[in-house]
């Protein structure tokens, strides 16, 4: 018996099989979990569903997290078909190319709004809307990044995607949390991803990570799908309202420098 057994788990965001939300997808069918799916957009199709079986899921829906309809319609067909959520997981972003790189002071007020829409609002967007299923309390989970915290040139707007994800994920913890539903953020290191592929120095900011982070590793999908099983599962029942790094430890470091460097 698995860690999951018997939950239901709706996951948000698989692009294809380097998405983290498809590492979290495996992992939390590896524990037992029943994995329902939603992708944004037909081109992803042709990656999604051969994924989906590996994992026996066949609840695989569309949905731009923009529009309240498609929301709508995905939960009411998870409370058609499962009744109920135990896990959700938000691993979405978005922003325009534009937006990302280049000086932060010309960030476009239509890139902004867009990103954060897509970014961080869904977050509260799809929270509303699992709150109800989660008859029997469960675990929101989204997925940020060190720029919420610290300046990471060229993340620009996404970086205040982030931040905003963050304070969401506090608020949500404290509205929810008297019906037993616990909300956390994973911090991830740099992994390469089709989004991550948008931020301009991608390769720089892992192997920075990777040389510079006590752990000198670089974090994989996987790595980041183990927290979130022990975010999904009661091992977490006390902890809500926090962002988790899985980052190597980067995030505690106030000098990137090696010792090499340093001891000149
Ligand atoms: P990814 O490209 O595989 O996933 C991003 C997903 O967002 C895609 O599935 C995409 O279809 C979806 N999406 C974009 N616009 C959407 C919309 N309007 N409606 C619905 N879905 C939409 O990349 P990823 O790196 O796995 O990203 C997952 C999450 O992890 C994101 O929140 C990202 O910011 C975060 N994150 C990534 C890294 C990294 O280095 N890759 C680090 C920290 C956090």
């Excluded at 009411?76 to 959700?88: A, C, Q, S, T, Y």
């Excluded at 937006?99 to 961080?120: H, N, Q």
């Excluded at 620009?156 to 608020?171: D, F, G, P, Q, W």
């Excluded at 953020?185 to 989004?195: Q, V, Y």
């Amino acid at each position: 018996m698995g860690l999951l057994t018997g939950k239901v788990a709706l996951i948000f965001g698989v692009a294809n099989k380097n998405s983290i939300a498809w590492g979290i997808a495996k992992a939390l069918h590896a524990q037992g979990a029943t994995v329902a799916l939603s992708y944004a957009g037909t081109m992803l199709e042709k990656r999604v569903f051969p994924l989906a079986q590996e994992i026996d899921c066949d609840f695989v829906e569309q949905c731009d997290v923009t529009d309240d309809a498609q929301l709508d319609e995905v939960f009411d067909k998870v409370r058609e078909r499962f009744g109920r959520v135990d896990i959700l997981v938000h691993a979405v972003a978005f922003a325009e190319r534009d937006d990302l790189g280049g000086r932060f002071v010309d960030i476009s007020r239509d890139g902004f709004k867009l990103a954060l829409d897509i970014s961080a609002y869904s977050l509260i967007a799809m929270a509303k809307r699992a709150a109800p299923l989660m008859t029997a309390g469960g675990s929101i989970m989204s997925m940020t990044y060190y720029a919420a915290e610290k300046v990471m040139p060229s993340y620009n707007v996404m970086a205040v995607a982030k931040s905003a994800l963050e304070t969401i994920t506090r608020y949500l913890a404290l509205d929810l949390g008297e019906q037993g539903v616990r909300v956390n953020a994973i911090s991830a290191g740099p992994i390469k991803t089709l989004s991550a592929a948008g931020v301009p120095g991608l390769r720089t900011f892992i192997k920075y990570a990777e040389s510079a982070s006590p752990l000198k590793r670089s974090v994989s999908q996987d790595d980041v799908a183990d927290t979130a099983v022990y975010l999904a599962s009661d091992l977490s029942k006390m902890v809500t309202g926090e962002i988790i790094h899985v980052d190597a430890g980067y995030h505690v470091l106030g000098l990137t420098a090696s010792r090499d460097e340093i001891d000149g």
